[in-house]
């Protein structure tokens, strides 16, 4: 399972989307969307998620 935190992208907030990718870059959105005020697009976020996952060692 991946997870994807608020503070990666430099905010003094404590959120964390976790579960598939789909699910973190939705949750992820409406997060930024709705306390933050920024729209980033569904493709960067996906991006991070990839990138994240690729360093992260499988556990099954
Ligand atoms: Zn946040």
Redesign the pocket.
Known sequence: MANLR??E?G?G???VSKGNAEKIVFDFWE??NN??GIDYSKETIMESVKRKNSETPRNP
């Open positions: 608020c503070r992208y905010f907030c404590n959120y997060h930024m306390e933050h």
